[in-house]
């Protein structure tokens, strides 16, 4: 087999490789603080090099008959680290979703459960040759009868882990949600047709693709974005409102507080608070405009730059966040979830005080928060 034959059957693998050699460099570079998710999705890339560089080295190997020994536990190795990139994602997943690391370890063997079953397999085909795969003399590599039972396990656990995360899907939010769907679409028919069409590699590079997607929407975006709710931060929102004053446009300001979070996070822990916060982030999300920006402007504070020339426009937004609050309060006996609301219209942009008016707002959300726990008394 020539050089140029064997380029053609492993270029995609090759160029997928250097996207990720370049995805462990940037993510390993970032001038952000090192987190836990950071630390999952390298490991994620790190399996995602090892397997794509294994099925490249096959591919080389392929039909080079001094080589058969080596090709022949390449492919016992590749067979088992198939599972790998899913496993680690599913985790890192996991971690985003739910924020917690003790949890994800519980979950842990339920993870690492495709992991047993495939070395489980490729040890069954040592003693029984040809069942999974087979070398023949020339080194020329063959799909055995039960190849495919090396990619069941994988596709469970994607299936078993999917419902999980769906039955919590309002934990889910921002971009995270576009990310999920693109890695239960892109890979796995790009495994599909692996499976389908032997000789192409589109399982790995498919893979790879989604990995640049979700370093682009979720790691590369960690400067600008709140790691817990995935919301814009303060500097953000800063930066916006020096844009809209310089613009001259018209524009609210909606600053919220939620009320007595405190007593959340001290009787049902600090993972229920995360859970309320990204909930209220939702909602935040849900009841306003996709023009319109949310921010966690700290703590259990957001605030909404709402794009509008219309002067009552917080007054319908924050009677839309009050009606669902009390829907879904209606069905909780545990806690109750509220806010007080700061805002202000502004209709010269120009002629306002920035300090000023943020000083306002917050002055007006503390009245409001007052007026609401006398009501609520």
């Known amino acids: 087999m020539n050089s140029v034959t064997i380029f053609v059957r492993i270029d995609l693998l090759l160029y997928s490789l250097i996207i990720q050699l370049i995805l462990l460099y940037l993510s390993k570079n970032q001038k952000t603080e090192e987190d836990y998710s950071s630390r999952l999705f390298r490991q994620v890339l790190l399996s995602l090099i090892l397997i794509t560089a294994l099925s490249t080295i096959s591919w080389i190997f392929d039909g080079l ?33 739910f924020h917690d690391e003790k949890g994800l370890r519980r979950r842990g063997y339920i993870y690492i459960t ?24 020339s080194n020329v590599y063959s799909r055995g009868p039960y190849f495919v039972t090396a990619y069941i396990s994988i596709y469970i656990l994607i299936f078993a882990a999917y419902m999980y995360f769906f039955l919590h899907k309002d934990l889910i939010v921002g971009r995270l949600t576009q990310v999920i769907i693109l890695f239960l679409v892109i890979p796995v028919i790009g495994s599909f047709m692996q499976i389908l069409f032997y000789g192409i590699a589109l399982q790995w590079p498919s893979t790879t693709l989604v990995l640049l997607l979700t370093y682009l929407a979720l790691e590369q975006s960690k400067t600008s974005r709140d790691s817990l709710t995935d919301l814009y931060t303060r500097s953000q929102f800063e930066q916006r409102l020096y844009f809209k004053i ?88 545990d806690y109750r979830i509220s806010m007080s609301y700061g805002y202000k219209f502004i209709k010269d942009p120009l002629s306002c005080n920035k300090t000023m008016v943020l000083k306002e707002i917050d002055e007006n959300m ?9 009501a609520f008394l």
């Not at 390449?74 to 990139?85: G, R």
């Not at 079953?117 to 029984?128: G, P, W």
Request: charged share 25%.
């Open 65 to 97: 008959t001094e080589f058969r020994i080596i090709s022949y536990w390449i492919q016992f190795f590749s067979i088992i680290c198939t599972t790998l990139p899913v496993i680690v994602w599913m985790r890192y997943i996991d971690f985003n979703i």
């Open 114 to 137: 495709p992991l047993f079953i495939n070395t489980f397999i490729v040890l069954i085909n040592l003693y029984r040759p040809g069942l999974i795969y087979s070398m023949s003399e």
């Open 246 to 333: 310089k613009r001259n446009d018209p524009f609210s300001l909606i600053l919220i507080d939620m009320n007595d979070f405190k007593y959340i996070n001290d009787n049902f822990g600090h993972n229920e608070g995360d859970k309320v916060l990204k909930l209220v982030t939702s909602i935040l999300i849900s009841d306003t405009n996709p023009e319109d920006l949310v921010c966690r402007y700290g703590g259990d504070e957001f605030i909404l730059l709402i794009e509008s020339d219309q002067e009552n426009v917080c007054s319908k937004i924050i009677d839309r966040l009050d009606s669902t609050l009390s829907d879904l309060n209606s069905k909780n006996d």
């Open 366 to 374: 503390y009245k409001d928060k007052k007026l609401r726990k006398a």
